[in-house]
């Protein structure tokens, strides 16, 4: 799984949170590869002129992931984003344990289903909630 999203969104705490390890602060300068996931720097979805990486490093995966962190306003997927990958593409809604406020995630959910995405998963890397279901994905 490939997951494109903002900086600061939260790919590469889920990347830590799926694959057990410690939740750590670290910033994503390149593409990296971990067993099952494929994390991408903020900056490729960020910056148009970077969407040939997204494109290219997508088939390495079986599923694209397109992560939007519900306690941000900013949305940096065009409509029918997904479009551009020829895999199937989901979505993730992070931080909902920093969302008091239904709307924020109602939100959020909009932003993915404009780009496209076939189904929306709801999670928090720090308590667990919605992680399991996206590990059944991985499996």
Do not use: H, W
Not at 27 to 53: F, H, L, S
Not at 83 to 112: E, H, M, Q, W
């Amino acid at each position: 799984m490939m997951l494109i999203g903002k900086t600061g969104c939260g790919k590469t705490t889920l990347s830590q949170a799926l694959q057990k390890e410690l939740i750590t602060y670290k910033k994503t300068q390149a593409v990296e590869y971990y067993r099952d996931i494929i994390d991408t720097p903020g900056e490729y979805i960020e910056n148009r002129v970077y969407y040939n990486a997204l494109i290219v490093s997508s088939y390495d995966c079986d599923i694209i992931a397109l992560v939007q962190d519900c306690t941000s306003d900013e949305n940096f997927f065009p409509p029918n984003f997904s479009s551009i990958f020829c895999k199937p593409v989901i979505g993730i809604i992070t931080k909902i344990d920093l969302c008091t406020c239904n709307r924020k995630i109602n939100i959020a959910t909009n932003y993915l289903i404009n780009s496209g995405v076939s189904e929306i998963f709801k999670v928090s890397s720090i308590n667990n909630e919605g992680i399991d279901k996206i590990r059944e994905i991985l499996q």
